[in-house]
């Protein structure tokens, strides 16, 4: 069998697994008119053939160039913020204005590529989120923002209790009544596709990663150094929210260990010191308000 017929046999195959099946894309926008219009065209590409009901949203952020005008060219539905308030809050509005359960959303900076939107949303069919994992397609990345990623995905990942690969892919599929829940919690800013992968992840939501390609970004990416700092708060704030204990646990016992070691250097002085009392006062002190944050977290999030 050739690439060729292996391909279309491909494309056959995901059309049937999404019979019956419909699609919102929403494709938040600022400062994008070197990429938009392809990006929309990209993904009529993708979608027309499948021959479902699908729809595309461009949600304007107050852009500064014509990225608004171009998006009303290509026939699309936009909407726009007006002012410029966040990645976070484009999208919050495009999710509102979608008339579909399933919701795709795909930056329109043409870093990933819409051909993924069929097989992933045939794969939501059994699953409440995909996500287009980059891996090792973040070559384009900088690399002084590498280290910070890798921190950032592993510090998530123990805190949420499973692999995250990708906590912050910006091309996933989801099903809109699983998100309505959270859209409180979701901020105005980049950190938004964070907060739904641990909102996703810390409630037991059905969630797999598929690998994708990722391409060079067209125009300036719009991501500041101190946005990491922002996001290591996030996880934090999200982890006490959902599992408070993954966090006052491991705090507790570093600092009951340092008492221990204290305690044993005080027996060999013989002389049992206020930090070794302190330290094991903290510790208790912090599993304590864990405990409470914990009976809070479930009471909050009882059905």
């Known amino acids: ?37 392809h990006t929309i065209e990209e993904v009529r590409a993708a979608m027309d053939p499948q021959g479902i009901p699908y729809e595309i949203i461009v949600v304007d952020d107050g852009s500064e160039d014509r990225t608004l005008e171009i998006a009303r060219e290509t026939g ?3 909407d726009s913020n007006q002012v410029n308030t966040g990645y976070g809050a484009s999208l919050k509005r495009g999710i509102k204005k979608a008339q579909y359960e ?3 959303i795909i930056d329109a900076d043409g ?25 090792a397609a973040m070559k384009n990345v900088p690399w002084v923002r590498k280290p910070a990623k890798w921190v950032l995905n592993t510090f998530a990942s123990f805190l949420a209790e499973r692999k995250l690969n990708d906590l912050n892919s910006g091309l996933r ?12 919690l979701l901020p105005q800013k980049f950190s938004f596709t964070t907060t739904i992968t641990l909102c996703m ?30 996001f290591i708060i996030l996880v934090l704030r999200m982890t006490v929210l959902f599992n408070p204990l993954r966090v006052f646990i491991p705090l507790g016992l570093a600092l009951m260990g340092v008492g221990a070691l204290k305690f044993l250097y005080d027996i060999w002085m013989d002389n049992l010191s206020e930090t070794t009392i302190f330290a094991f006062l903290s510790a208790l002190i912090i599993w304590s308000l864990g405990l409470i944050a914990d009976m809070i977290s479930r009471l909050h999030l009882r059905p």
């Open 102 to 104: 399933y919701v795709a």
């Open 111 to 135: 870093t990933y590529p819409p051909h993924y939107l069929p097989s992933m949303l045939a794969m939501c069919r059994d699953q409440d989120m995909v996500v287009g994992d980059r891996g």
């Open 76 to 78: 699309v539905i936009v």
């Open 1 to 37: 069998m050739d690439t060729k017929t292996a391909g279309k046999t491909a494309a056959q195959k995901i059309a049937s697994e999404l019979d019956g099946m419909t699609l919102s894309i929403v494709i938040p926008a600022y400062n994008e008119e070197g990429a938009v219009r």
């Open 173 to 184: 599929v989801f099903r809109k009544s699983e998100l309505v829940p959270f859209i409180p």
């Open 201 to 230: 992840s810390c409630n037991g939501k059905r969630m797999m990663y598929t690998p994708i390609e990722y391409g060079k970004r067209v125009g300036k990416s719009k991501i500041r150094p101190v946005d990491f700092l922002n």
